[in-house]
């Protein structure tokens, strides 16, 4: 009961405005945050960073594959609070 969401897509949970993407097309990722979202996630270098650009707070959570550490970003939608979780890897 999933839905595709195509190369990325502006979403909304909770009132926030996310954006997702895989984060291996620039233009995909220019197109996102000109829709200004309150965070804007993808992926694809595995390397887990959290950075406010403007309105807009870029978040790559890491990978769970062909990384060092393995890690998952959780977003609580009533607080905004974002956290990074590291994972065993073994």
Do not use: M
Request: glycine letters at 12%; one cysteine or more; proline letters at 3%.
């Amino acid at each position: 009961d999933g839905v595709c969401l195509g190369r990325g897509a502006l979403i909304t949970l909770g009132g926030i405005r996310i954006g997702v993407t895989h984060g291996d097309s620039d233009a995909e990722l220019k197109r996102l945050a000109l829709l200004e979202p309150d965070f804007l996630f993808s992926g694809h270098t595995h390397t887990q960073k959290d950075v406010q650009k403007g309105p807009t707070r870029w978040v790559n959570p890491g990978a769970l594959h062909r990384a060092l550490r393995y890690t998952v970003a959780l977003l609580d939608t009533q607080s905004k609070q974002l956290s990074v979780v590291t994972l065993s890897n073994t």
